[in-house]
């Protein structure tokens, strides 16, 4: 084995290469037409990631812009576990549109 290695040879002992080069033999007597040369196995794929389950809540809520008067159901999903920060999300979603609004359920997704 050599005791001296280059920059290079260092450089992957320490780090890994990305491909592992061929051993040269220096050896003049040696006839080169019985050498056989592997190619490298190149890295197995990376795998795609899959979407992360993002937890969700879905918040009905009763709207409507008069008092006591004519209302409809509006339904708003919020990326949260927390029943009282969807709740709230909702609430403050719809109420830059209708005037009274009325929390009905949460139920999750």
């Not at 592992?20 to 050896?27: N, Y």
């Amino acid at each position: 084995m050599n005791a001296e290695l280059t920059e290079e040879e260092m450089r992957r002992a320490l780090f890994g290469g990305a491909e592992p080069l061929a051993q040269v033999i220096d050896s003049p007597a040696q006839d080169t037409s019985d050498v056989i040369i592997i190619q490298p196995t190149k890295a197995a794929e990376k795998k795609k990631v899959t979407k992360a389950f993002s937890p969700r809540l879905r918040v009905t809520l009763r709207v409507g812009n008069e008092f006591e008067g004519k209302t409809q159901e509006v339904v708003h999903e919020a990326d949260t576990l927390s029943s009282l920060l969807a709740e709230q999300e909702a609430t403050r979603a719809a109420k830059k549109k209708f005037r009274f609004v009325e929390v009905v359920s949460v139920k999750p997704m």
